[in-house]
């Protein structure tokens, strides 16, 4: 049963799609190939939606793309769900190292998980990601009971809201994740879920193109 998601970001129950950026680093260099030898490293991640252990993350072997992989729980309303567990939100801050004389941006971004919503429900998935000083790029997506499958978005920004890292600068990338069920007009005696994390472990359902550029 595949109905129900909304392919296109939206605005729903007060929450707006955001997409703001920081001052371009490297302002007038264009961007280049990947470089080689860069590493990530997680410095932390908090929240309700990632306990101790869920998390991980790792360059992909061809340096353009990251990715990240979430084992939390699941947000859910209706049957037995206590109030606690309509919103799992969480952060996860990372340390790209990159060689000297580059820096880097997040152009675009793929992220997928598991959903089932009953007829009347729906839920909402704000996903962002930021440096440590600059104003985060966020989006917020909807997807409408009766949906039961995988839900997968897609999100590029345009290019002049791309948020690039400031040049000789020790910052941190910073991603955020807010999933939220609403039981809307479904039956109170039935559950409906949505979660970061697939049943296909194996793959990578949290991507992130890189681009580069040349620092002055």
């Not at 992220?111 to 000083?133: C, I, P, R, S, W």
Request: hydrophobic share 35%; proline share 6%; with cysteine.
């Amino acid at each position: 049963m595949r109905k129900g998601l909304a392919i296109s970001a939206v605005v729903v129950a007060g929450l707006a799609v955001t997409v703001t950026s920081a001052a371009p680093a490297a302002a007038g260099s264009r961007p280049v190939r990947e470089p080689d030898g860069v590493t990530v490293e997680i410095v932390g991640y908090y929240g309700s939606g990632c306990p101790t252990g869920t998390v991980w993350a790792a360059i992909l072997s061809d340096n353009k793309r990251l990715s990240v992989h979430y084992e939390g729980p699941l947000a859910q309303t209706g049957g037995s769900s206590h109030p606690l567990d309509r919103r799992k939100t969480c952060k996860v801050v990372l340390k790209l190292i990159v060689p000297k004389g580059f820096t880097y941006a997040i152009s675009s971004s793929s992220n997928a998980g598991d959903a089932f919503m009953e007829e009347g429900a729906y839920a909402t998935v704000k996903l962002g990601h930021f440096f440590q000083e600059s104003t985060p790029s966020e989006v917020t997506h909807t997807i409408y009971g009766p949906f039961g499958d995988r839900w997968r978005f897609a999100d590029r920004p345009p290019s002049d809201s791309i948020i690039w890292k400031p040049c000789n600068v020790d910052w941190n990338l910073n991603f955020t994740s807010d999933l939220q069920a609403y039981q809307g007009s479904s039956e109170p005696s039935k559950i409906s879920y949505i979660s970061m994390e697939t049943e296909d472990a194996s793959s990578h359902h949290h991507l992130y193109d890189l681009a580069w550029k040349t620092c002055p």
